[in-house]
């Protein structure tokens, strides 16, 4: 049973650009969650999505962040008109459940920007 | 609104010595509360967790008690190893709507030494 995959690892993107970061959540669950890191810090909760629908979306910045997580496919974190201040890592998570259940976290991608 | 609080890093050990990290927390209600561990270059594994006040979790020689009246989660080992180096985060869940929203520590980076 594979893991939580996020495609890609690295990305390199100039300013201006758009970014798509793509999480497969592992098999059978259904619940995932977007976070950040900053460079140093600790991780920064942005959004949580259930299937086709977003459930809570409190950390994610009011313009240029976007996220979706369709019936079929991967979730789909989307920042438009990247900026130098969005260099992180950005970390998926998925449940099986809501609630009190283990969250399980991909590798993350590193986004820089130039 | 809720935070997590943790010693700050870099934290330098002999292997076999004792490692605490601590950890503070404050929030609303009674949250569960998780230590993860990032190696280098990886995402994020649960290391244990607590649910309710006095539970103690363990794994892999880690424990941490749940400590209410001192609103503490610090997490021991009592003789660590080189491959114990990486960085540890302190984290509650807001659980708050029934979901597993995670509020992270800015992590502990321990560096142990043959």
């Known amino acids: 049973n594979a893991g939580v995959m996020q495609n890609p690892r690295h990305l390199v993107r100039r300013r201006g650009q758009e970014a798509r970061l793509r999480c497969s959540p592992m098999?059978?669950?259904?619940?995932v969650y977007w976070y950040r890191q900053l460079p140093e810090e600790g991780l920064k909760f942005m959004v949580y999505?259930?299937?086709?629908?977003?459930?809570?979306e409190s950390g994610m910045p009011k313009e240029r962040f976007s996220a979706e997580f369709p019936k079929e496919g991967p979730s789909i974190l989307r920042i438009q008109q990247v900026v130098r201040g969005d260099s992180a890592a950005y970390f998926c998570?998925?449940?099986?459940?809501?609630?009190?259940?283990?969250?399980?976290f991909g590798q993350g991608t590193r986004l820089t920007v130039v | 609104g809720n935070s997590v609080t943790q010693m700050e890093g870099p934290v330098t050990l002999s292997e076999e010595a004792f490692l605490t990290i601590n950890c503070t927390y404050t929030?609303?209600?009674?949250?569960?509360l998780f230590w993860y561990v990032q190696y280098p270059g990886e995402g994020l594994q649960l290391l244990l967790k607590?649910?309710?006040?006095?539970d103690k979790g363990s794994n892999k020689g880690f424990e941490a008690t749940y400590r209410k009246e001192t609103t503490s989660f610090h997490l021991e080992k009592g003789s660590v190893q080189v491959s114990d180096s990486a960085v540890y985060f302190c984290?509650?869940?807001?659980?708050?709507?029934?979901?597993?929203?995670?509020?992270f520590g800015a992590g502990t980076r321990l560096a142990v030494h043959p």
């Open positions: 999505l259930q299937k086709e629908n977003i459930i809570d």
């Open positions: 998570a998925s449940s099986l459940g809501a609630g009190d259940t283990e969250a399980f």
């Open positions: 929030a609303t209600g009674y949250p569960s």
């Open positions: 607590a649910t309710k006040a006095d």
């Open positions: 984290a509650l869940s807001e659980g708050a709507g029934g979901y597993n929203k995670l509020i």
């Open positions: 098999k059978g669950h259904s619940h």
